[in-house]
């Protein structure tokens, strides 16, 4: 884990990083409305957190077939996923609501999906956002076996045709991360990474291992003990459940950062990136479908990832909103806003970029 600074001569980079975060701020205070969620968020998770246990509800008090079973296993993947977006992701950046023992409940409910909320807070908020794409620093574009994510990275004849397989191992992210949370634990722990964050590695740990032994019962042991499902079956579904959250999560995230006109940037020798912060973020991230109302809504906004990037801390549900504002100033001082219109282009621009990357020498 590589600590990079961000250092800037440059006074138009310097005079950016202060434009953009006075516009956004002064739309607040004209319009007068907190930068936290509201009624509309509260909806939105009732909505998440029904679709992620109704189902589960259903297979576990009523009679169906296997093959009902299964459309309920995809619903819940769905809603696993919804809730890591557009609930828990908010809440553990602490823009969910501006009461810190509310982002506190709502960030718990990644103890719902079975997984750690102080090694997702290390990695995302800490390791990934102030290190947005770059090699040894943002765990996210680390390579994952068969995937490769920076160019940065060595090349393996496996990744030649990562554009093809990608898609089936971003759906494993969940169900590794079930597992990953122990040693990404340990790892935190030997780079101080949890004191930092005010966090005791016994007792996380420990709730690690209360959570996720709750979380095996409720979806494996629960169906085994009042179900008429054979092991197999239920084996299957808990997979299925995963595979599709962990595919949509994945896709999602990657499709923000890993696409065409994205940088990578390398830090210097002495650890530095030679550009000012939000600088950085406009070049490593993209915007991505962003008249698409129900993309919107069910990912949490995250399809507005400069946005979100620039202002971590304001609630997803405001970044229409924002993104105008932020969407011009950029270009004011003439830097690249880097938006695929629709899903569909985004999509095929995270394949597009999968193939580069499998390929460059």
Same mark, same amino acid.
């Given at each position: 884990m590589k600590k990079v600074k961000f250092i800037s001569s440059s006074l138009q980079e310097q005079d950016f990083a202060t434009a953009v975060r006075k516009n956004v701020n002064d739309y607040f205070k004209e319009k007068g409305i907190s930068t936290k969620g509201n009624f509309l968020m509260t909806l939105q998770t009732a909505a998440m957190l029904s679709l992620y246990i109704a189902p589960l509800v259903l297979i576990l008090?009523?009679?169906?077939?296997?093959?009902?079973?299964?459309? !309920?296993?995809?619903?819940?993947?769905?809603? @696993?996923?919804?809730?890591?977006?557009?609930? @828990? %992701? =908010?809440?553990?950046?602490?823009?969910?609501?501006?009461?810190?023992?509310?982002?506190?409940? $709502?960030?718990?409910?990644?103890?719902?999906?079975?997984?750690?909320?102080?090694?997702?807070?290390?990695? %995302?908020?800490?390791?990934?956002?102030?290190?947005?794409?770059?090699?040894?620093? /943002?765990? /996210?574009?680390?390579?994952?076996?068969?995937?490769?994510?920076?160019?940065?990275?060595?090349?393996?004849?496996?990744?030649?045709?990562?554009?093809?397989?990608?898609?089936?191992?971003?759906?494993? @992210?969940?169900?590794?991360?079930?597992?990953? /949370? $122990?040693?990404?634990?340990?790892?935190?722990?030997?780079? =101080?990474?949890?004191?930092?964050?005010?966090?005791?590695?016994?007792?996380?740990?420990?709730? @690690?291992?209360?959570?996720?032994?709750?979380?095996? $019962?409720?979806?494996?042991?629960?169906?085994?003990?009042?179900?008429?499902?054979?092991?197999?079956?239920? !084996?299957?579904? $808990?997979?299925?459940?995963?595979?599709?959250?962990g595919c949509i999560m994945s896709t999602i995230f990657q499709m923000a950062h890993i696409v065409e006109i994205v940088n990578q940037p390398m830090s210097t020798p002495q650890g530095t990136i030679e550009h000012e912060w939000a600088v950085h973020e406009v070049q490593t991230t993209a915007d991505f479908a962003r008249k698409n109302l129900f993309l919107y809504w069910y990912i949490g906004g995250l399809n507005f990832q400069i946005e979100h990037h620039l202002f971590p801390n304001i609630c997803h549900i405001h970044y229409r909103k924002i993104a105008p504002i932020v969407e011009k100033t950029i270009k004011d001082f003439g830097y690249n806003y880097n938006l695929k219109p629709t899903f569909i282009k985004a999509l095929g621009s995270h394949v597009r970029r999968l193939k580069v990357l499998g390929r460059q020498v």
């Open positions: 008090t009523v009679s169906m077939s296997a093959w009902f079973a299964m459309i !309920m296993t995809i619903l819940i993947g769905i809603g @696993m996923a919804g809730v890591g977006m557009s609930v @828990m %992701h =908010d809440a553990v950046h602490g823009s969910y609501s501006k009461r810190a023992w509310v982002n506190k409940i $709502f960030g718990g409910t990644m103890y719902l999906l079975g997984s750690s909320v102080i090694t997702w807070k290390i990695q %995302h908020n800490y390791l990934h956002h102030a290190y947005t794409n770059i090699e040894g620093s /943002d765990q /996210d574009i680390a390579s994952k076996g068969p995937i490769r994510l920076s160019e940065h990275a060595p090349l393996r004849k496996i990744h030649r045709y990562q554009y093809l397989h990608a898609f089936f191992f971003y759906g494993l @992210m969940t169900i590794s991360k079930l597992i990953k /949370d $122990f040693s990404q634990l340990n790892s935190y722990k030997k780079s =101080d990474a949890t004191r930092k964050h005010l966090a005791h590695p016994t007792l996380e740990l420990v709730k @690690m291992i209360v959570v996720k032994a709750l979380y095996l $019962f409720v979806f494996i042991g629960l169906p085994l003990w009042v179900t008429p499902f054979t092991w197999w079956q239920i !084996m299957i579904g $808990f997979f299925i459940i995963h595979w599709f959250a």
